[in-house]
């Protein structure tokens, strides 16, 4: 069985050099010794270029069958995982330990029907759940649709979390008759996003607002170093999701929506003009309750129903060693799961 794990071997560092005699091979042998030089060559540089390929290191080659099923499998991890790491969260638990116990034990229940699956492809599939490490994230949301987006003190400007660099699976659902009525070019007093830099004054910027020529839920983009706005999507509709780090409004892909584009460092994440829009929001952060503004959230493990916005332990991502084995391949990684994640 062969060896497939992540390491991609070095390629042979082979000299194309030949010896040469003098001047008394004929000009015929010559062109022969430099054509053999340069298949070696063209060859050596195929054989890099299909390694290079590879993002898995795949070290046998059978009928294709095998690689596609390590794969899959692969996805079939991720997906699992990601969908437990997002369901317990939602759960909102009080008590870390206990939220992470519950993701255990889901990813042992996963691995499970995983490896029933494989057996009966004649493979082996195993996660390996005892070296598996978590990251600590926090979950923030506003789950009561009739409230505007200021925070729990009431200032319609406020931080929301400071110094990190990943979020994920941020989404916010608005109604458009809350938003201003305004267009790209006269955004200060529409909703905003704002990702401000913590080493400069770089910020990025979303603008969510009710367009004055359509009437569509509207959304423009500021990104740093850029001095105005620019619409980047709309949608005709009562109320929409915009999908913040996902790129996206109304389920569509909104590909100007490019989460902090411009701010390559950590970040303080703000809200401006939270008065000019209703609804619900969550987004997922690595860290604790230490980079929050716990003065503008409500802490959600102090009662069963809490008042938005407010903040629960999550997990923010999962390391999991797999492997995958038949009778001609063995495929071994470790893969992370941070469902939501884009440019964090």
Do not use: H
């Not at 990702?195 to 910020?203: D, K």
């Amino acid at each position: 069985m062969a060896d497939m794990t992540d390491t991609i071997p070095a390629g042979d560092d082979r000299s194309d050099a030949s010896d040469a005699d003098g001047g008394d091979r004929d000009r015929g042998q010559l062109v022969l010794v430099a054509g053999l030089a340069l298949a070696v060559v063209l060859v050596a540089l195929v054989l890099v270029t299909n390694t290079a390929i590879y993002t898995e290191n795949l070290a046998t080659r059978d009928d294709g069958v095998g690689e596609t099923e390590a794969l899959g499998y692969r996805a079939a991890v991720v997906d699992g995982v990601g969908g437990i790491v997002d369901r317990e969260n939602a759960a909102e638990y009080d008590d870390r330990a206990a939220l992470k116990a519950n993701v255990s034990a889901g990813v042992a229940e996963l691995d499970s029907l995983l490896r029933e699956s494989a057996a009966r492809r004649s493979a082996s599939a195993t996660v390996n759940r005892s070296a598996k490490t978590y990251t600590g994230g926090v979950l923030v949301r506003q789950t009561n649709g009739s409230r505007e987006f200021d925070s729990a003190a009431g200032p319609a400007d406020w931080t929301l979390l400071y110094d990190t660099n990943r979020t994920r699976a941020f989404e916010a659902t608005v109604e458009n008759s809350s938003l201003a009525t305004t267009n790209a070019s006269a955004v200060d007093g529409a909703f905003t996003v704002v990702v401000a830099s913590n080493s400069s004054t770089e910020a990025w910027r979303a603008y969510v607002y009710e367009n004055d020529s359509t009437g569509d839920i509207a959304v423009a983009v500021r990104s740093a170093g850029e001095s105005s706005a620019t619409q980047v999507c709309s949608v005709d509709a009562a109320n929409a999701t915009l999908g913040f780090t996902e790129g996206s409004l109304g389920g569509e892909s909104c590909p100007g929506l490019d989460w902090r584009e411009g701010v390559t460092t950590s970040y303080d994440l703000k809200y401006r003009n939270g008065s000019n829009a209703r609804g619900t929001y969550n987004l997922t952060v690595r860290g604790t309750r230490d980079i929050l503004e716990t003065s503008s959230l409500n802490n959600g493990t102090a009662t069963d129903d809490p008042d938005s916005p407010y903040y629960v332990p999550a997990v923010y991502a999962v390391r999991l060693p797999i492997t995958y084995e038949t009778n001609e391949l063995e495929y071994r990684t470790t893969v992370r799961v941070a469902p939501g994640e884009r440019d964090a």
